[in-house]
C-alpha cells in the first residue's frame, strides 16, 4: 500500500543553519506530495505542494523537489529562524481514495 | 473566514462514558475529514464526507466509533464506551473539494482525555 517515511523523529539546530527534514514515499500510482506545518497548540497548515518531477517548490522561505526517481520530496531551508520549531508533516496523495497519508512527522527546533 | 471550527477544545470523559466531537467545516467546502492524532501513531486517517455523504470510513475503529454530516454546516464524532486508548487529538478538516491537489484546512482539534 502507499505510504509516507520520515526518518527523523526530532530535529534540534541553532538558528541561521541550513535544514533539510527528509520524506520519501511508496506508491504504484502518480504521486501529490504535501508538507503541512503544526505550530504547538495550532491546527496544521500546508507549507507546500507539488506533483511535478524535478521542479522546486518554495514557501515562506521553505522548498522542496520532488524526484520521482528517488521517491523523495525532503524540505529545505537555508537558514532557519526560531519562529520556524514547529511539527513537520509530509503527506501522499496517490490512490483514488482521496486519503490523505500523513508521515509520522518530524519536531523542529530551533534553539537562540 | 473563521476557518474551520472544532469544539470543544478540550474533553475529559470517565472509563465507558460516551463523547461527541463536533466540527463546523469552511462554509463553502464540500468535502470533510476526520483525523486522530497521537505522539505515538502520529495522524491517522478515521473518515471522510463529499457532500455530506459518507465515502470512506476505513480508518474508523468500527465497533465505537461513529460520524455523521447531518448537513452541510456540521459533522460529528462520536465515540461510544471510551477507553483510555482514544485519548488523543481529533482533527477535522475540509477542503473546498475531493481533489489529489486539494489543500486541506484543519481546525485546532479537540483532546479527548479518558480517564
Known amino acids: 500500500g502507499d505510504s509516507v517515511t520520515q526518518t527523523e523523529g526530532l530535529v534540534t539546530l541553532t538558528k541561521g543553519l541550513p535544514v533539510m527534514l527528509n520524506c520519501t514515499y511508496q506508491t504504484t500510482y502518480s504521486p501529490f506530495l504535501f508538507w503541512y506545518v503544526q505550530h504547538l497548540n495550532e491546527a496544521p497548515k500546508l507549507l507546500l505542494k507539488?506533483?511535478?518531477?524535478?521542479k522546486r517548490t518554495e514557501h515562506q522561505g521553505f522548498y522542496a523537489t520532488l524526484h520521482k526517481s528517488s521517491s523523495s520530496f525532503h524540505l529545505q531551508k537555508s537558514s532557519v529562524q526560531l519562529s520556524d520549531s514547529a511539527l513537520y508533516f509530509c503527506?501522499?496523495?496517490?490512490?483514488?481514495?482521496?486519503?490523505?497519508?500523513f508521515g509520522s512527522g518530524t519536531q523542529l527546533t530551533v534553539m537562540p | 473566514n473563521a476557518g474551520v471550527i472544532q469544539t470543544p477544545r478540550h474533553k475529559v470523559t470517565g472509563k465507558g462514558q460516551e463523547a461527541t466531537l463536533w466540527c463546523e467545516p469552511i462554509?463553502?467546502?464540500?468535502?470533510v475529514f476526520w483525523y486522530r492524532q497521537t505522539i505515538v501513531q502520529g495522524l491517522e486517517f478515521l473518515t471522510y464526507?463529499?457532500?455530506?455523504?459518507?465515502?470512506?470510513d476505513s480508518g474508523m475503529p468500527k465497533e465505537r466509533f461513529s460520524a455523521q454530516m447531518p448537513n452541510q454546516s456540521h459533522s460529528t464524532l462520536k465515540i461510544q464506551s471510551t477507553q483510555p486508548q482514544d485519548s488523543a487529538v481529533y482533527l477535522c478538516?475540509?477542503?473546498?473539494?475531493?481533489?489529489?491537489?486539494?489543500?486541506?484546512?484543519f481546525g485546532s482539534g479537540t483532546r479527548l482525555t479518558v480517564l
Open positions: 478538516a475540509s477542503s473546498l473539494d475531493l481533489g489529489r491537489a486539494e489543500t486541506l484546512y
Open positions: 462554509s463553502g467546502h464540500s468535502a
Open positions: 503527506a501522499l496523495s496517490a490512490s483514488g481514495s482521496w486519503q490523505l497519508i
Open positions: 507539488s506533483s511535478t518531477d524535478n
Open positions: 464526507f463529499r457532500n455530506q455523504a459518507p465515502i470512506d
